[in-house]
């Protein structure tokens, strides 16, 4: 729990993320016609189309709840899809009310002061400066994220655009060298993350950089050649970085990469229209994974989601929204590839290396996704940027040559537009208030139950309750207030744990952590009791367990002790054997087949 609401995971990053850009998103959609811009429909189009799938998958999700808020551990649910979407608004909108030119500086001054913060915070971890608790494991730096690879994409995300304010002759000596120290402490984080998704998107980034070449008035050939030679030489460093990387941590996530991905296709031909939900995946894992997955990485780690952005989204919402989520980043390295291509992309010859730097900045992160997944830390800061990059690349003088519509000229009707903005206004309103609702619940539960191990005035089980009345819906409070509550001598503790699982199963019916700890529960009252009503209630539950996920050991040593309680031996020998096979190294596992054995 985070009584303080303040870890890298806890509510005070989901707060901000709801009130700043469901904010700036009104306020955006108040203040220009992005919405009714018809040279931005086809990105408008995508979004709206984007956020209903999502939306049917929510209704239609194996654990609504979660699909709504997103689960406490990657708060990718529906509400911050909408967060995405706001975001790609409000970095349209900036272009719309500031100019291409001004809101490209602002953008890329604002990446250059982030990134100084965010690397000196990553090489405070280095020296042992930790106030936090944000530190990662091993020798990987992963602050102010508490994870690696999160700090290499937002490190690669803000610091390309602060190169191009570095490299930016237009920008005041003082934006420049706090570009500067930004990029240096960002290169050296960088370093010690050791993480090689965001390296192969930064190459691939620089090469698409390097390919893009303003002006078609030089020989096509020369040109082919100044393109190719160098967009290979930066393919090249980054293979070579990518395997010196590879040498260091060991090629065996290599393997584990694509055996989640057979797992991840596995669960879209089961689900292919609208998928299990957001946070659907984490339900259905256990039932998706094979025997030989489980024999290689084990079954105590919980998968929630896929390490790539395609599969995990097609996993949570369907092919359907899969094809749209990547047509959308074609809509905006489309934008990106044609403001590199233009001669003076924002307004002189300065604010173009900027945007510049924004671009490689945008297309890194995207690729990198590809090896990765959507992260509620970093993406509402990419889609401004790329709301910055297309609505930049709309309103260019090349462009707006070449994609000219006469039509977009003329201001829409003001009914139709006014209805639109206020729907959406509306919608996000309602949006901001269940997120700041369902935020403050989560702080006041996990306040509440910090203080059962050592409250005084009550005891740790009415502490428990007293966190569950402000979020009854919460995995981990339930989880935690039934492990509280099965730690009591009598039945009647453990029938009041069973009685909070079965809450939290009503709204979490295929949690696995909720699915196996009730289990748990189920037969440690067979034993306490030594009734076989209850022996047989457990084996009966487990049955259903285990048909749902054949391959979580877990469950297979659990329903045999339930079936030795009720006195089917040779069921129990089948079942504990199967746990063994899953997993054969077991201790726990070893020593309930021998007692078996002695039955």
Not at 182 to 201: C, D, F, K, N, S
Not at 411 to 437: N, Q
Request: charged residues 15%; hydrophobic residues 50%; proline residues 5%.
């Amino acid at each position: 729990v985070d009584p303080e609401s303040l870890a890298p995971a806890g509510t005070t990053r989901f707060a901000a993320f709801a009130v700043i850009v469901g904010m700036g998103g009104v306020l955006s959609l108040l203040s220009t016609s992005v919405l009714t811009d018809r040279r931005l429909r086809s990105a408008m189009v995508l979004w709206a189309s984007l956020l209903t799938v999502t939306a049917a998958s929510t209704a239609a999700a194996v654990d609504r709840w979660h699909a709504v808020f997103g689960s406490p551990e990657r708060g990718l649910g529906l509400l911050t899809w909408i967060g995405f979407g706001l975001a790609f608004v409000l970095g349209a909108g900036l272009v719309e009310r500031e100019g291409t030119h001004r809101a490209v500086l602002l953008v890329t001054r604002a990446a250059a002061s982030v990134l100084v913060a965010v690397a000196g915070f990553a090489l405070a971890e280095r020296a042992g400066f930790d106030p936090a608790g944000t530190a990662w494991s091993g020798a990987r730096l992963g602050a102010p994220f508490a994870q690696s690879t999160f700090l290499a994409v937002g490190l690669v995300l803000l610091g390309a655009p602060a190169t191009g304010v570095v490299l930016d002759r237009g920008q005041p000596i003082l934006w420049r060298l706090v570009g500067t120290v930004g990029v240096v402490g960002g290169v050296v984080a960088l370093a010690g993350t050791q993480a090689r998704g965001p390296i192969v998107g930064l190459g691939v980034g620089l090469a698409l950089l390097a390919t893009a070449r303003p002006g078609r008035r030089t020989n096509p050939r020369t040109t082919r050649l100044q393109a190719i030679v160098p967009a290979a030489l930066c393919l090249v460093v980054t293979a070579g970085v990518v395997v010196a990387l590879s040498v260091v941590r060991g090629w065996s996530s290599f393997g584990g990469r694509l055996d989640e991905w057979a797992v991840g296709w596995r669960g879209i031909r089961s689900r292919p229209l609208l998928g299990a939900g957001p946070e659907g995946y984490r339900a259905t894992f256990g039932s998706l994974v094979d025997a030989d997955y489980v024999r290689r990485y084990g079954a105590e780690t919980i998968t929630d989601r896929a390490h790539h952005a395609l599969i995990d989204t097609a996993l949570s919402s369907g092919i359907l929204a899969a094809l749209l989520l990547g047509s959308l980043w074609f809509v905006v390295v489309r934008a990106g590839w044609h403001l590199l291509r233009s001669r003076d992309s924002a307004g002189s010859r300065g604010a173009s290396m900027s945007m510049r730097g924004l671009v490689v900045g945008v297309v890194a992160v995207l690729t990198q996704q590809l090896l990765l997944f959507p992260l509620a830390e970093i993406d509402p800061v990419l889609w401004l940027l790329a709301g910055v990059i297309v609505a930049s690349a709309q309103r260019d003088t090349v462009l707006g040559r070449r994609f000219r519509n006469p039509a977009a000229d003329r201001p829409p009707r003001a009914p139709i537009a006014l209805a639109l903005v206020g729907v959406v206004v509306v919608l996000v309103a309602v949006s901001s208030a269940v997120s700041a609702w369902f935020l403050t619940t989560s702080a006041l539960g996990d306040r509440a139950m910090a203080s059962a191990p050592t409250f005084r005035q009550i005891s740790s089980e009415q502490a428990a309750d007293r966190a569950l009345a402000h979020r009854p819906q919460s995995v981990r409070l339930v989880f935690a207030a039934a492990a509280i509550h099965a730690t009591g001598p009598s039945l009647r503790d453990l029938d009041q744990a069973l009685e909070l699982l079965d809450i939290g199963l009503a709204d979490h019916p295929h949690d696995p952590a909720l699915r196996t700890a009730y289990a748990r529960a189920l037969v440690e009252r067979a034993e306490r009791s030594d009734l076989s009503a209850d022996a047989g209630a457990a084996v009966a539950q487990l049955d259903r367990f285990v048909a749902d996920a054949p391959n979580q050991p877990r469950l297979s040593a659990l329903l045999a002790r339930a079936q030795q309680l009720s006195g089917n031996l040779e069921s129990a020998r089948r079942s504990i054997d199967r746990a063994l096979d899953l997993d054969p190294d077991n201790h726990e596992f070893q020593a309930l087949r021998d007692d078996i054995e002695k039955s």
